[in-house]
């Protein structure tokens, strides 16, 4: 075998592996996840889409959805649609957001999520998670239930 065709050889391995290896470290849901860090965590994952693999942002998002959610918003090619759309597409490679508790419940808990997108706009959405009451790997995991349309808030300039 060639010198060069053993260098590509070894270089799509290393890109399988790592493509599989990215996949693999989408986090799933677990009881030890507070609601705050649930909102984090999806957005972080927005904010870097495509690192590790095409969507991987989206995917991340799709995870920490209650079924509910899922029910109305998927399955999950309809949900990549709908976070590219008009309404959503700001939060995929934003630049920057924070996030703030404004109201709870015992299973519940809101958010108020500003964001500032790559056109250095900031936008505003309301952020619900609640705690899943069901039975199985989700139970007493805290979910998104809902995210609002955004409301634009202006530019940063």
């Known amino acids: 075998m060639s010198k060069k065709l053993l260098t590509v050889f070894k270089f799509l391995i290393f890109f399988f592996v790592s493509i599989s290896i990215s996949k693999a470290e989408l986090l ?49 090619e309809k949900f ?7 309404n959503y597409k700001m939060m995929i490679n934003h630049l920057s957001h924070t996030v703030t508790q404004v109201t709870s419940g015992d299973d519940w808990v809101q958010f108020e999520v500003i964001l500032l997108d790559k056109e250095k706009i900031y936008h ?11 039975d199985g790997p989700l139970k007493n995991c805290w979910l998104t239930t809902m995210v609002s349309s955004p409301e634009p808030l202006g530019s940063s300039i």
């Open 28 to 76: 799933k849901p677990n009881s030890q996840i507070n609601p705050s860090e649930v909102v984090k965590i999806q957005l972080k994952s927005l904010q870097k889409n495509n690192d590790g693999f095409e969507d991987s942002g989206i995917e991340q998002t799709w995870n920490f959805a209650h079924p509910n959610n899922k029910k109305a918003t998927g399955p999950l």
């Open 80 to 86: 990549k649609r709908m976070i590219k759309g008009n």
């Open 124 to 134: 505003k959405f309301n952020w619900q998670v609640e705690k899943y009451t069901g």
